[in-house]
T-cell receptor, first 114, second 113 residues
Framework: AQSVTQLDSHVSVSEGTPVLLRCNYS??????LFWYVQHPNKGLQLLLK??????LVKGINGFEAEFKKSETSFHLTKPSAHMSDAAEYFC????????????FGTGTRLKVLA | NAGVTQTPKFQVLKTGQSMTLQCAQD?????MYWYRQDPGMGLRLIYY???????DKGEVPNGYNVSRLNKREFSLRLESAAPSQTSVYFC????????????FGPGTRLTVL
């Protein structure tokens, strides 16, 4: 069975400081992992994805995530937050075999303080 | 190239009314999906279509029906709307079903009174 847990429902950072959004996953199969961002009243946009190539994945807008199999984690980071990063972020797991499904985390709302 | 489009953007229904949400994609994708998003629950899969001519239930299919009209279009129908179906509905598509990137539409905000 697959599952994903986003460890923080809300994160606040000051503009210019680092961002860390935490995600742990569980999967019976070799997983694919994704981070999506949703700005207010908008659809979901792909930030980055991991599909068993390099464990450090770089995405759009300066975000990156590291796949750590031993810790079953896929945390999202950015060195310096910008006001435009304020949004909701979803971690998603999908198996590479056995099932088609995307399993969504419950989301982390990022607030960026001026 | 519009990606995934959804109509309408907003809708208000009374309990018991029916309606169809439309979704179309222009990326020549084989697989399409319908999700609902409720506060604090992430997105939950209602139905999906792995390829043209096939549809399958997802996590929360009760009260919904779908039609894969052709490769481009995938509609979601509420036969008798209930207040519990108040939600934001997202359509998505991907090249293949499985661990493949899904591309999302802008959503339909539905309120059932």
């Amino acid at each position: 069975a697959q599952s994903v847990t986003q460890l923080d429902s809300h994160v606040s950072v000051s503009e210019g400081t680092p961002v860390l959004l935490r995600c742990n996953y569980s999967s019976s199969y070799s997983p694919s992992l994704f981070w999506y961002v949703q700005h207010p009243n908008k659809g979901l946009q792909l930030l980055l994805k991991y599909t068993s190539a390099a464990t450090l994945v770089k995405g759009i807008n300066g975000f990156e995530a590291e796949f750590k199999k031993s810790e079953t984690s896929f945390h999202l980071t950015k060195p310096s937050a910008h006001m435009s990063d304020a949004a909701e972020y979803f971690c998603v797991v999908s198996a590479t075999s056995g099932t088609y499904k995307y399993i969504f985390g419950t989301g982390t709302r990022l607030k960026v303080l001026a | 190239n519009a990606g995934v489009t959804q109509t309408p953007k907003f809708q208000v229904l009374k309990t018991g009314q029916s309606m169809t949400l439309q979704c179309a994609q222009d990326m020549n994708h084989n697989s399409m999906y319908w999700y609902r998003q409720d506060p604090g629950m992430g997105l939950r899969l209602i139905y999906y279509s792995a390829s043209e001519g096939t549809t399958d239930k997802g996590e929360v299919p009760n009260g919904y029906n779908v039609s894969r009209l052709n490769k481009r279009e995938f509609s979601l129908r509420l036969e008798s709307a209930a207040p519990s179906q108040t939600s934001v509905y997202f359509c998505a598509s991907s090249s293949v079903a499985g661990a493949d990137t899904q591309y999302f539409g802008p959503g339909t905000r539905l309120t059932v009174l």
